[in-house]
Each structure stands twice: as C-alpha cells, then as structure tokens.
C-alpha cells in the first residue's frame, strides 16, 4: 500500500448524515479526520434540521447540499436509516455528483450499500458490516470479508468499530505511516476486549447463528430493496 502526498492546501472531508445512522460509523472516523493536517470536517446533510441517529443521539449538521464544496474525502456511514436513502433520489444524487471530483470516496458498516446503490463500487473490491457482506455482490461489487479495503479510490471498513482502524487506514494513505501512528497514540486506540468474539471468524459458531438469526428480519429487509432496485434499473424506459 502505497502513500500519496498531500498538499499543503486544506483538506476537505465530507461526513454525510441521514436519520438513523450508527453513531460510531460517525464519530469513529470523524475523531481521526478531525486530527488530520489542515483538515476540514462538515457534517453535511439535505439541510440543517438535526439528524437523529439510530440510537436517538441528536446531530447538528454544519453544510448543507446546497453550500456543499468540493470533498478531499467522502465519507458515508451505515445504520438502519440506511434502508431510507437506498431509494432517496436526492442523497444519492448528490453523492454521485459529489463523488466526481473527490479524492476518496469511502464508507464504514453499510455506508457501502449506499456506495453500492449509487452505482459507486461496480467493480471494485469493497467491505461492509459480516451480516451483509454478500449483499455488495448484488450491487455490482467483489466483497471481500476484511477489516479495511482498498480499491483505487475506494477505502470501505467493516461493521461499527471498524470505522477507527478505516479511518487511521485513510491517514496513512495520505500522509505516511508517522502521522497515522501520532493520531493512534493521541487517541490511544489499543484494543484490549476482554473476549475475541468481535468476528465470525474468532467468535463461537454458536453465537455467530444466535447474532445471524436476529438480524434474519433486517437482512432479508435489505436483500429484497436492493433486488427491488435492481429490477427496477433494469425495467425499459417508458415513453411517453
């Protein structure tokens, strides 16, 4: 993995927001955008009304669509909301446009099924939270079942808590493994679970059914709106 570097001019990270997002898809990454050199970090919403998240934390965005600028970085969280801007025209409208001109366009959890939904990962490798990980291969992209996944200039994180390992993946990426290492140490991020079950891959398979048959009804919710979409992109258009 290689670096680029960064220019001296500041460094514009988009963080979009929508009712019902998980709030440490958000504020993982944002602790360690924030620290970024020269960066600049909006909140950005349809407008200003307060979001409120999955869990009912209010959020005050501070730009708008309308008073968006260009993005260095673009970043989509997940969370159940994530169901409501699958078929937002205006969200994923403005995340295409926005996408045309940014440098990273990335996403944590299901923030990537949004990606998906835009047409913004055909063809790319991408990640996403292990309960829906199958799911990008519907939107056109490869998934592959890791922490952090790079393509080009795509970066997606895995499920919640990975938000913090994509976003000190993001910093290295722009500028060296001694920044990303500083803004680790700041925040002392140096996991220590008491238990390994944070994976299917190290959790019990027990435990791995019990968590898969209750998120059953949310998963299959998902897999049936993106079938819904697709069919619909595929329908002829009808004239008038």
Same mark, same amino acid.
């Given at each position: 993995?290689?670096?680029?570097?960064? !220019?001296?001019?500041?460094?514009?990270?988009?963080?979009?927001?929508? =009712?019902?997002?998980?709030?440490?898809?958000?504020?993982?990454?944002?602790?360690?955008?924030?620290?970024?050199?020269?960066?600049?970090?909006?909140?950005? +919403?349809?407008?200003?009304?307060?979001?409120?998240?999955?869990?009912?934390?209010?959020?005050?965005?501070?730009?708008?669509?309308?008073?968006? =600028?260009?993005?260095?970085?673009?970043?989509?969280?997940?969370?159940?909301?994530?169901?409501?801007?699958?078929?937002?025209?205006?969200?994923?409208?403005?995340?295409?446009?926005?996408?045309?001109?940014?440098?990273?366009?990335?996403? @944590?959890?299901?923030?990537?099924?949004?990606?998906?939904?835009?047409?913004?990962?055909?063809?790319?490798?991408?990640?996403?939270?292990?309960?829906?990980?199958?799911?990008?291969?519907?939107?056109?992209?490869?998934?592959? =079942?890791?922490?952090? @996944?790079?393509?080009?200039?795509?970066?997606?994180?895995?499920?919640?808590? +990975?938000?913090?390992?994509?976003?000190?993946?993001?910093?290295?990426?722009?500028?060296?493994?001694?920044?990303?290492?500083?803004?680790?140490?700041?925040?002392?991020?140096?996991?220590?679970?008491?238990?390994?079950?944070? !994976? =299917?891959? !190290?959790?019990?398979?027990?435990?791995?059914? &019990?968590? !898969?048959?209750?998120?059953?009804?949310?998963?299959?919710?998902?897999?049936?709106?993106?079938?819904?979409?697709?069919?619909?992109? &595929?329908?002829?258009? &009808?004239?008038?």
């Amino acid at each position: 993995m290689s670096t680029q570097p960064q !220019s001296t001019s500041d460094l514009v990270v988009g963080m979009l927001l929508f =009712p019902g997002l998980t709030l440490l898809d958000l504020a993982g990454p944002y602790e360690v955008f924030s620290r970024l050199p020269k960066a600049r970090v909006h909140l950005v +919403a349809a407008r200003f009304d307060p979001i409120l998240s999955e869990k009912g934390v209010l959020i005050t965005p501070d730009t708008s669509f309308d008073d968006a =600028p260009t993005f260095d970085i673009l970043f989509v969280p997940g969370g159940t909301g994530q169901l409501q801007v699958m078929e937002d025209d205006r969200f994923l409208s403005f995340l295409r446009e926005k996408s045309q001109a940014a440098g990273l366009i990335t996403s @944590v959890c299901t923030g990537s099924l949004i990606l998906g939904a835009a047409g913004l990962l055909r063809g790319y490798r991408a990640t996403t939270h292990w309960r829906y990980l199958d799911l990008l291969g519907l939107l056109g992209a490869q998934p592959i =079942p890791e922490r952090v @996944v790079i393509d080009r200039n795509r970066i997606t994180g895995a499920g919640v808590s +990975a938000g913090i390992d994509f976003a000190l993946v993001v910093a290295f990426v722009l500028f060296g493994e001694t920044t990303a290492q500083a803004i680790q140490l700041a925040i002392e991020y140096d996991p220590a679970p008491s238990f390994h079950s944070g !994976s =299917p891959k !190290s959790a019990d398979s027990s435990l791995v059914n &019990r968590i !898969s048959t209750a998120t059953g009804e949310l998963y299959e919710k998902r897999r049936r709106q993106i079938e819904r979409i697709i069919a619909l992109s &595929r329908e002829p258009t &009808r004239q008038s």
